[in-house]
């Protein structure tokens, strides 16, 4: 079993969402879905009176966001940043309820925040995405798991999980989808496990 951590508006996880369903489906093997919060935070607008510091930070998101943007388009993908990131943890939280079809759920989670906008902190927005997704999540599992989470995210990040997207094969830990290749060759030699 694979493990992915992902937050549904990183940009990141967007993007290693196919290639890390492809890669399992070619091995064979099942990805555990894990939530964790990522930090996207707005890109201020520039300002004449900025300092370097500043500058330069808003450079690099703005060329992070170019590269995103860059590898989206040439896979086909549609990706609409915002303004305003916002936050996704009611739909974070939902991984951690019983699903019946998580995978389906994902796939929807990412489309509504990338090409529709919906505000993934939105209890009803996630339940919305739960039951198209033939999820049916009750009020109260998702209330707990929600309430739940702050202190989850703590437990992941004592765990060494400090950025999206993740990966978890066995006792090994991976940052970013550039790790794919290497993931495949460990499945290919048999190694398994999960978080």
């Known amino acids: 079993m694979l493990s992915l951590f992902i937050d549904f508006k990183c940009p990141a996880s967007y993007l290693a969402l196919d ?4 890669l399992a489906a070619r091995h064979g093997t099942g990805i555990s879905w894990q939530a964790f919060r990522s930090r996207q935070e707005a ?3 520039e300002r004449a009176d900025e300092t370097r510091g500043e500058t ?17 388009g040439l896979r086909g993908l549609e990706m609409a940043f915002r303004a305003d990131p916002g936050e996704s943890d009611a739909a974070l939280s939902a991984l951690n309820c019983h699903l ?5 759920y994902v ?5 509504a925040y990338w090409m529709e906008g ?22 109260g599992e998702l209330a707990a798991a929600r ?27 991976f940052v970013g989808r550039e790790h794919l290749p290497l993931i495949g060759r460990l499945l290919e030699q048999g190694v398994a496990g999960e978080v």
């Open 19 to 22: 290639p890390t369903v492809a």
């Open 43 to 45: 890109i201020p607008a």
């Open 56 to 72: 330069h930070r808003r450079v690099r998101a703005l060329q992070r966001r170019a590269t995103h943007s860059k590898y989206a």
């Open 100 to 104: 019946a079809d998580p995978l389906a």
């Open 107 to 111: 796939r929807r989670a990412f489309r």
């Open 118 to 139: 919906a505000d993934l902190n939105d209890a009803q927005t996630v339940f919305s995405l739960l039951e198209e997704t033939g999820n049916p999540v009750g009020q």
């Open 147 to 173: 309430a739940g989470f702050d202190g989850y995210q703590t437990e992941m990040e004592e765990a060494g999980i400090f950025i999206t997207p993740t990966y978890r094969l066995a006792d090994q830990t």
